[in-house]
Every structure is written in C-alpha cells, then in structure tokens.
C-alpha cells in the first residue's frame, strides 16, 4: 500500500492541531480502499472494459475509441501514485486553520495574498471553502490559475484534511472517495468545476460534487464531466 505521512498546518498565530490514532487509522483505511478500487479499475483495463462501457457513459458520457484510451491512460498513471514506493501521501492536518470570518493571509509558499476565504482548489478559479469541504489540496503553480497543464511532481502529494472528513456522518465509503478525488487531482489534472445556477432573487455557484449533479454534467456536457474530479471519483467507485 501507498506509504502514508501525516502532519499538521503550521499557520502562524494559529492553534496547531494534530491526527489522533484513530484519525490516522480512518486516513490509512481511506487510502487502501481507494488502492483497491484502482486496482480492479486496472484490471477493467486489460480487459478493455469489456464489461464496464455503461458505467463510462454514465459518469463521462463518451465511450468513443478516443476516450478508453485517454481513459486508460489516466488510470495506469492514478495507479502509480498507489504504488510507487517513492511517491508518499501526506496528509495535514488543516482543522480550524481556514474557517476564519476574517481575511487574514496565509504564509504559504511565500505568497502574500491568499486569504482563508479565497482558497485555490487544484486547476480551477479561486473558490471559496464552505461547510461542506472535507479537505483539498494545492495547485503546483501560483502563477497561471487557468493552466491546464497542473500536473503532480515531486515525490509528496499533500492533502489537507479539513474537520468534515471525520464527522460521524461521513462514511469509511466516501472518505476513499475522498481520496480518489485529491489525488486525481495530482495525478491527472482534474478540476473542481462549478456551476452557476440564475434564479429570481441571485446568482450562486456550488462545485459539482453531488451525484445527481455529476451524473447531469456527463450528459450537458462531457468534456467538463471528463476533467471533473469527482466524476472520476464516482466513476472509480464502480469498481
């Protein structure tokens, strides 16, 4: 299994907090049942989906010749990441360190603007970190937001765990998921896309990450749905 290290979110002036045993147990869970499940999407591969072309249609909405490959592809390289003894997954503890009313800036890799409330989700616009994030991860480049070209580099991916990923309500199932998610996010450059709802009173935008709602995008639109990280997720959970 992926080696896994954890650590804590140093912000200045901040309380630092750190994973518990068992806290740490659920992450280590987490990640070997999204191992698995890469595993099983790596044997769909060498048997070319034979049984699986329903499961792409619904979470991507294309099952040209084009897109197995390109769909292959991402898989043997997220697989990687689970099982390269040189790659580490490091997860940090970011509880309580960006749920702040007020905008105070965040130290981080020497860039003095970043606000708790205008963090930057891999690949995608500055958005802002609600109630129902469970944790995310930094894009590689500060300098070039709508750079399609993030990729993972270097020998950590660090995820920083926010204080949903162990509420009681959050299921073993989903916290792998949750796994899934971030490191697709790394690995193949997937995006956290959002969409904005207009309706009679204002304009609200909410990241496509619910079911129902991933299962519309690879239907409206499939090219979103194939860079979308949590379509991916969803769709690796078929597994």
């Excluded at 499940?37 to 010749?65: P, T, V």
Aim: aromatic share 16%; proline share 4%.
């Amino acid at each position: 299994m992926s080696t896994v290290l954890f650590g804590y979110f140093g912000a200045k002036s901040h309380q630092q907090s750190e994973f518990t045993a068992k806290e740490k147990n659920l992450l280590t869970l987490a990640v070997a049942g999204a191992e698995e499940h890469l595993f099983k999407a790596m044997q769909a591969c060498f048997r070319n989906f034979e049984e699986d072309l329903d499961d792409i249609y619904k979470w991507f909405g294309d099952i040209s010749k084009e897109f197995i490959i390109y769909l292959k592809k991402m898989i043997y390289q997220l697989h990687s990441i689970f099982t390269d003894p040189e790659i580490f997954i490091k997860f940090i503890d970011a509880r309580g360190q960006y749920y702040h009313p007020y905008p105070w800036r965040l130290p981080i890799d020497g860039i003095p603007d970043l606000r708790y409330n205008e963090l930057v989700l891999e690949g995608g616009k500055r958005t802002r970190v609600d109630d129902c994030t469970n944790g995310f991860v930094y894009p590689l480049s500060w300098q070039d937001l709508n750079s399609k070209l993030f990729s993972h580099a270097g020998s950590v991916i660090n995820i920083y765990i926010a204080d949903n990923c162990f509420e009681p309500s959050y299921s073993c199932k989903e916290r792998a998921r949750f796994i899934l998610h971030e490191v697709s996010h790394k690995a193949i450059s997937t995006v956290d896309y959002r969409l904005i709802p207009i309706n009679a009173h204002r304009i609200e935008s909410f990241m496509v990450t619910d079911e129902i709602d991933c299962l519309c995008l690879a239907i409206t639109d499939p090219d979103d749905a194939k860079r979308n990280a949590q379509c991916w997720a969803y769709f690796l959970w078929c597994f």
